[in-house]
């Protein structure tokens, strides 16, 4: 009876592969990667009680088991980041923020990892005892980091740009306000405004330069903290020019 519930588990797995997403919207999409990150969970604890029970009493039966909760779990980890993967690429689709180009090079890197998670699926299917399982297993790591890599390298090109957004939102207005500026105070902080904005656009180009070094090999965690640590200081670059152009506005009514 164990053995037959377990096929039907992973034959409904691989039925959840054919339902489509093509009229799904964003928020449908990350719904659907949340159900798929509780049916892995799910599916991780039926695979360490197999493990245990196949350790208990090391009988052929259990060591099938072990197989069979095993590939349901990498089928069940295989559809959530194929899931996550169509949530980034209906976000950026459906962001009027993420330029044409931007949205492209996300769209061409889904489409290339889920070819990947298309090939590891086959793998999974082959999979026929323990060794097998733990080699596609180390395959799987592989990939996944290839897949992260690529959705970091992307994020940050979508932060970058948002950032460069505000950062010329924040020139224009101090430009307007230098242009009718009548006092040696309003210009004083008008300059202290300049010099937060330029000191948020070096931030704002460093973090675009570590996130392009996103890549494999290397270091790509590493790239992406510091990309983050540029972007976080040029938040506050940006803070502290927006501070002093409200000061320079009220100076200007008074």
């Given at each position: 009876?164990?053995?037959?519930?377990?096929?039907?588990?992973?034959?409904?797995?691989?039925?959840?592969?054919?339902?489509?997403?093509?009229?799904?919207?964003?928020?449908?999409?990350?719904?659907?990667?949340?159900?798929?990150?509780?049916?892995?969970?799910?599916?991780?604890?039926?695979?360490?009680?197999?493990?245990?029970?196949?350790?208990?009493?090391?009988?052929?039966?259990?060591?099938?088991?072990?197989?069979?909760?095993?590939?349901?779990?990498?089928?069940?980890?295989?559809?959530?980041?194929?899931?996550w993967l169509v949530w980034k690429k209906l976000e950026a689709?459906?962001?009027?923020?993420?330029?044409?180009?931007?949205?492209?090079?996300?769209?061409?890197?889904?489409?290339?990892?889920?070819?990947?998670?298309?090939?590891?699926?086959?793998?999974?299917?082959?999979?026929?005892?323990?060794?097998?399982?733990?080699?596609?297993?180390?395959k799987m790591v592989g990939k996944y980091t290839e897949l992260?890599?690529?959705?970091?390298?992307?994020?940050?090109?979508?932060?970058?740009?948002?950032?460069?957004?505000?950062?010329?939102?924040?020139?224009?207005?101090?430009?307007?306000?230098?242009?009718?500026?009548?006092?040696?105070?309003?210009?004083?902080?008008?300059?202290?405004?300049?010099?937060?904005?330029?000191?948020?656009?070096?931030?704002?180009?460093?973090?675009?330069?570590?996130?392009?070094?996103?890549?494999?090999?290397?270091?790509?965690?590493?790239?992406?903290?510091?990309?983050?640590?540029?972007?976080?200081?040029?938040?506050?670059?940006?803070?502290?020019?927006?501070?002093?152009?409200?000061?320079?506005?009220?100076?200007?009514?008074?």
């Open positions: 009876m164990k053995k037959i519930i377990s096929v039907i588990l992973v034959i409904s797995l691989l039925l959840l592969q054919l339902i489509p997403v093509a009229a799904m919207d964003a928020g449908d999409a990350k719904t659907a990667w949340l159900e798929a990150k509780m049916h892995s969970k799910d599916m991780q604890e039926q695979h360490q009680d197999a493990k245990i029970a196949h350790a208990a009493d090391p009988t052929e039966e259990n060591k099938e088991e072990v197989v069979i909760t095993g590939k349901a779990l990498m089928y069940a980890a295989l559809d959530e980041a194929e899931s689709q459906e962001n009027p923020l993420v330029p044409e180009d931007i949205r492209e090079s996300i769209e061409d890197d889904v489409e290339a990892n889920i070819d990947k998670i298309d090939e590891l699926r086959t793998d999974v299917d082959g999979v026929t005892n323990p060794l097998e399982l733990g080699l596609v297993f180390l992260l890599t690529d959705v970091a390298r992307n994020s940050g090109t979508v932060w970058v740009h948002i950032a460069n957004v505000h950062a010329d939102t924040i020139a224009d207005f101090e430009e307007k306000l230098r242009d009718v500026a009548i006092t040696d105070e309003v210009s004083d902080l008008l300059d202290k405004a300049n010099e937060e904005l330029n000191s948020a656009k070096d931030n704002i180009n460093d973090a675009e330069g570590a996130f392009g070094d996103v890549k494999l090999p290397g270091t790509p965690l590493l790239k992406f903290s510091e990309g983050n640590s540029y972007l976080r200081a040029a938040r506050m670059n940006m803070v502290g020019a927006h501070k002093y152009l409200n000061q320079a506005y009220i100076a200007m009514l008074g």
